[in-house]
């Protein structure tokens, strides 16, 4: 792999005297795809948004290219920036189309003008096949479609890494499926990855490695086929079982 | 009948000798209730914002502290004149200022005075309600503009103030029709508007009721053409509920969906390996769009390779 993007050390975070993240140790490597497994409530999200400042961890360090983000003076926005997210609801801009969508974070963040943008977002969209639906507002768009847009959006913005967090679980089972075509294709382009999922074909199949979490720690990691045929740690066994029976 | 036709008879009495007084009056109230519900609004919008700038403990304690103090300033200027009446907030400034400044400080038109009292009142309000506008935008939107990169005002500007703008519509027409009837009470300092007309005729004239007459039939007019143009100005900001699919012909249906202005057709510069691919993508989607069928069948296959799969793992 690359040179380590992010890496982040002993990060903990809790909500009021609850400890949803204990000591997390964690390094995201360029061109890496990482999925993130584990039971609902395992601190998985809150890793993620910590991870683009949405949250503010309440201990341990961030490091972007070496550089603590957590550190006073850190230009939070600017961070942002590099590091795209693809939400579990979607969260298009309302008030935009599908092609505005797109364009604003580019030519407000990036500066780019409105050609240039224009021609940018259209590369993505083609690619996760929602260019003839540019001028739709999200409202009238499926939710597959509106992921699919929210990808585009996040990746117009060239981010060295993309956070999905649970990108499929607010769809209908039968829009599942374009929308992971998307994210495959994505990693197969060479994106560096860091996807929260329940979608367990996924993690197994696109991804090179698998962080289990449970409980806020990182239970287990290794590579897609170690995990799934031969988890070291109990807990992780019972977990995939769970999951095979269902 | 006989008292109708009376009062017919001094309206048409009233209206020649002071028709032009009741219209330009008219005219100053409409220019007033506009102006002062516009820097109202801004004044609105400018709290709403620096509300709801968000600082956590990590800030520098500067930026903390003048963060604070700013909302702490907002609260007390909304607190003040929501809780007086405009009819006092005028004679304070108006007379106020002169008082304490032996003179040397006033204003020097009733229009500036008046249209500063109305904008300070309405923006009271306002910022009531454009902060009730922006906490119901759906927080899901401020984090999808911060997720690439946005800043608190860029976020504001161009995800959640069109969206608030939006919600609180209805509050702005409010406060413009309030705005209509409410700068009546601008005659205190010599405003020369719709009302203050009436006490000009019926000073002249003692037909009191009939120039009531007047001043309500006018006003009810000037508030209902303002819900009339408000409700029309809120379907505008909706938009249209639909909205066109762009394609050119089936086989371009992704590719030719868009022009680059200065590469021609999308088909000239590739491969002929990533037309062919196009063309196959072209016409998985027209399948798609014609029957949605097609969609629950790749979403069957991936179940059944799934099951397929997790069979041949155990």
Not at chain 1, 108 to 121: G, I, N, S, T
Not at chain 2, 47 to 61: E, F, M, R, S, W
Not at chain 2, 140 to 145: I, L, V
Not at chain 2, 255 to 284: H, W
């Amino acid at each position: 792999m690359g040179e380590s993007i992010l890496k982040i050390n002993h990060l903990s975070k809790t909500f009021g005297s609850n400890l949803v993240l204990k000591d997390i140790d964690f390094t995201v490597d360029a061109g890496d795809v990482i999925s993130i497994i584990g039971a609902s409530g395992s601190g998985k999200s809150t890793l993620l948004r910590c991870i683009n400042l949405l949250e503010t961890p309440t201990s341990g360090e961030i490091l972007y290219h070496g550089k603590n983000v957590l550190s006073r003076g850190t230009n939070a926005p600017a961070y942002r920036a590099h590091v795209g997210m693809v939400f579990q609801s979607f969260n298009l801009f309302n008030n935009m189309s599908v092609l505005e969508n797109c364009i604003v974070g580019q030519m407000r963040v990036l500066k780019r003008d409105r050609e240039q943008a224009r021609a940018h977002a259209m590369e993505y969209l083609e690619k996760v096949g929602m260019a003839p639906y540019i001028n739709a507002r999200p409202r009238q768009i499926s939710g597959g479609q509106k992921q699919r847009v929210a990808i585009a959006r996040a990746m117009a913005m060239d981010p060295e890494v993309l956070l999905f967090d649970e990108p499929t679980s607010a769809l209908d089972p039968e829009m599942v499926g374009e929308v992971l075509t998307a994210m495959k294709a994505l990693a197969e382009s060479g994106m560096t990855m860091l996807v929260v999922t329940h979608e367990m074909a996924f993690a197994r199949d696109v991804s090179h490695r698998v962080v289990y979490m449970n409980g806020g720690v990182i239970c287990e990691q290794g590579s897609p086929e170690q995990i799934f045929s031969n988890p070291t740690k109990p807990e992780t066994a019972e977990f995939l079982a769970r999951f095979r029976k269902n | 009948m006989n008292k109708f036709a009376q009062l017919g008879a001094d309206i048409v009495k009233l209206w020649t000798k002071y028709g032009s007084a009741y219209l330009s009056g008219i005219e100053n109230t409409l220019i007033l209730a506009l102006v002062g519900t516009v820097i109202g609004c801004v004044i609105g919008f400018a709290c709403g914002v620096l509300n709801t700038i968000p600082y956590t403990k990590a800030d520098h304690p500067v930026k903390r502290f003048v963060l604070g103090l700013v909302r702490v300033i907002i609260r007390i200027y909304v607190e003040v004149f929501r809780g007086t009446p405009m009819v006092l907030q005028a004679v304070f400034l108006y007379y106020g200022l002169p008082y304490f400044s032996n003179n040397s400080v006033k204003f020097t038109s009733v229009w500036a005075a008046a249209i500063v009292v109305v904008s300070i009142n309405t923006g009271a309000y306002m910022a009531e309600s454009v902060r009730g506008g922006i906490i119901s935008v759906d927080p899901g939107q401020t984090e999808g503009a911060k997720a690439i990169g946005m800043t608190h005002v860029q976020t504001m500007l161009y995800v959640i103030l069109p969206q608030a703008l939006r919600n609180i519509m209805p509050q702005i027409g409010n406060n413009f029709i309030i705005n209509v009837k409410d700068t009546s009470v601008m005659f205190i300092i010599g405003f020369p508007d719709f009302f203050s007309a009436h006490r000009a005729a019926v000073g002249a004239s003692y037909l009191y009721f009939p120039s009531a007459t007047v001043e309500m039939v006018g006003y009810l007019t000037m508030t209902l053409v303002a819900s009339f143009l408000l409700r029309w100005i809120e379907r505008k900001l909706d938009g249209s509920a639909s909205y066109e699919l762009v394609q050119v012909d089936q086989l371009t249906m992704t590719a030719g969906t868009y022009s680059y202005p200065d590469k021609g057709s999308p088909f000239d510069e590739r491969s002929p390996e990533s037309v062919k691919s196009m063309q196959r993508e072209a016409l998985r989607r027209q399948i798609e769009r014609e029957a949605a069928e097609r969609e629950g069948q790749l979403a069957e296959q991936r179940r059944e390779t799934h099951a397929a799969q997790k069979g041949g793992k155990r």
